[in-house]
């Protein structure tokens, strides 16, 4: 009885850590020079990306991305240089997909060198690559509700392509169910 009980807390323990939304990871980063390659990345924002974050952007690898479902999820990175990076590091939105295997983030050359220390960021930029910790945090966007884009390849007939912009807080919009109304004949 004791094995199952132990057991059954290790497995609870176990998906509670794989779970944590608000947990400190530790990784590296790296940067495009030109914000422009994220902007048009996998979640399909285009120039909105670099309204929506004032060009902090960042693409993720697969585990952060979960099928465009990370889409606009924002987290607060920093590095971990004392004598370069600042405690409060910067705060990125998703915008794209990271299949490089050596970061969990590709940032903008903006949000890379806004990890910085105040008059360091070309130093920073210099490094290439970084050794971050981050964490998932809330999205907030002043005066902007969430926004409902329907996209111009929705022209096609029995198509509807949409995405969703200004999503507050720290959720995920996984489903959405999309009925036809009808007219009476």
């Known amino acids: 009885m004791a ?3 132990l057991s059954f807390l290790f497995l609870l323990l176990v ?4 779970a944590c939304d608000r947990c400190l990871y530790q990784s590296k980063a790296s940067y495009f020079s030109k914000a422009s390659a994220l902007s048009s990345g996998a979640c399909g924002y285009g120039s909105l990306a ?3 974050s004032g060009g902090h952007l960042a693409a993720g690898v697969d585990s952060l991305f979960k ?10 990175i920093r590095c971990k240089n004392p004598t370069l990076c600042s405690k409060e590091g910067t705060k990125v939105v998703l915008t794209d997909l990271n299949h490089n295997n050596q970061t969990d ?8 060198a806004g990890m910085a220390q105040k008059g360091m960021g070309q130093q920073i930029l210099k490094l290439g690559i ?9 999205c907030d966007y002043k005066n902007q509700n969430l926004a409902v ?6 022209k096609k007939p029995d198509y509807l392509a949409i995405k969703f912009l200004y999503q507050g807080g720290q959720t995920e919009i996984v489903a959405v169910d999309v009925a036809q109304v009808c007219c009476k004949t």
């Open 3 to 5: 094995f199952f009980i």
């Open 15 to 18: 998906s509670s850590a794989t």
């Open 50 to 52: 670099l309204d929506i």
């Open 67 to 76: 099928n465009g479902a990370g889409c606009g999820a924002c987290f607060q």
């Open 105 to 112: 983030f590709v940032l903008s050359s903006r949000a890379f």
């Open 130 to 138: 970084a050794e971050i910790e981050y964490k998932r945090v809330p």
């Open 149 to 154: 884009r329907v996209e111009e390849s929705s």
